[in-house]
């Protein structure tokens, strides 16, 4: 089957870093950019980056650069993003999302 | 960047009913090279992942119905829905994909009367 399968939510604690995952199956992971994207509640979509899991390049939105860090492990068709020094304005939920699938999106919560 | 602009942001609408919805780009995603918009379609249901509708401004993905159609060039973009069915009720996206950052309208959510 076809799919990206993501992490579970977070809890977060204001100031601190999450890392989330997106595993790929059912197609070659180094053939497509993985995308990122938020979504904060009730509102619209939002990218922040992309890799390029063939060779780790990445290009992120201006003002993602220093909050996300966008990896990939060829190995395990897993593409990562971390999130560092995260407020409240970072929960959101995330998807991964590459050629036309998308992942059932992370909910993370920044709360004290 | 280029800023997508969507409207209507809503549209309540009977089942039957045919809905068009605008996406507005504030630069033309027409790349003379291949003829080709670099447009996509989107619909999210609630509680869902969006999922891909159309590309490159009028190719249907597989498994979409045909009542969604869309259509446009250069930076005048239309979804269509020939006919609404129930389950159509959702909030529809347009994202250009010509240059990064890749942006997304604001959307348009479809209600059903």
């Known amino acids: 089957e076809v799919l990206l399968q993501q992490s579970g939510a977070e809890l977060v604690r204001p100031g601190s870093s999450v890392k989330i995952s997106c595993k790929a199956s059912?197609?070659?992971?180094?053939?497509?950019?993985m995308h990122w994207v938020k979504q904060r509640p009730e509102q619209g979509l939002v990218w922040i980056g992309r890799i390029n899991p063939a060779n780790g390049n990445t290009v992120y939105a201006e003002k993602f650069k220093s909050k996300a860090t966008l990896t990939a492990d060829k190995s395990s068709n897993t593409a990562y993003m971390q999130l560092s020094s995260l407020t409240s304005e970072d929960t959101a939920t995330y998807f991964c999302t590459s050629s036309t699938l998308w992942g059932q999106g992370v909910m993370v919560t920044v709360s004290s | 960047d280029i800023v997508m602009t969507q409207t209507p942001s809503s549209q309540a609408v009977s089942a039957g009913e045919k809905v068009t919805m605008s996406c507005k780009s504030s630069?033309?995603?027409?790349?003379?090279?291949?003829?080709?918009?670099?447009l996509a379609w989107y619909q999210q249901k609630p509680g869902q992942s969006p999922k891909l509708l159309i590309s490159?401004?009028?190719t249907r993905e597989s498994g979409v119905p045909d009542r969604f159609i869309g259509s446009g060039s250069g930076t005048d973009f239309t979804l269509t829905i020939s006919s609404v069915q129930a389950e159509d009720l959702a909030v529809y996206y347009c994202?250009?994909?010509?240059?990064?950052?890749?942006?997304f309208g604001s959307g348009t959510k479809l209600e059903i009367k």
């Open positions: 994202e250009q994909y010509y240059d990064t950052p890749l942006t």
């Open positions: 059912g197609y070659t992971f180094t053939d497509y950019y």
């Open positions: 490159w401004a009028s």
């Open positions: 630069q033309s995603l027409l790349y003379s090279e291949n003829k080709k918009n670099y």
